[in-house]
């Protein structure tokens, strides 16, 4: 079992930056990938950002060029980043974390709310 405690997340005007952070704990030996998913409100759960063990990294193009996925491989922590730089709006939703097992299980942290308003 991973365990996932996402944090960062607040309120933004537009224009602004914000740093979410998901710690993973438990068996995070056997982590594939990390990543970062979101929620607006009306719409479904929809891809951010992903990033493997050996550091490749995916994108929404609704955020390319403004969010950096990153990652921390400790021997006993992992965690991962999202740098998330010229917010919009559209931006506002409900992340969460997802911890991809090797052997194919996914594990979700509870989400931050991230908001985006002048």
């Known amino acids: 079992q991973v365990q996932l405690v996402e944090s960062g997340g607040g309120l933004v005007q537009p224009g602004g930056s914000l740093r979410l952070s998901c710690a993973a704990s438990?068996?995070?030996?056997?982590?594939?990938?990390m990543g970062w998913y979101r929620r607006a409100p009306g719409k479904l759960r929809e891809l951010v950002a992903t990033?493997?063990?050996?550091?490749?990294?995916?994108?929404a193009d609704s955020v390319k060029g403004r969010f950096t996925i990153s990652r921390d491989n400790a021997k006993t922590k992992n965690t991962v980043y999202l740098q998330m730089n010229s917010l919009k709006p559209e931006d506002t939703a409900l992340y969460y974390c997802?911890?991809?097992?090797?052997?194919?299980?996914?594990?979700w942290g509870q989400g931050t709310q991230v908001t985006v308003s002048s």
């Open positions: 990033i493997t063990g050996g550091g490749s990294t995916n994108y």
């Open positions: 438990g068996s995070i030996f056997s982590i594939y990938a």
């Open positions: 997802k911890a991809q097992a090797s052997y194919g299980a996914n594990f």
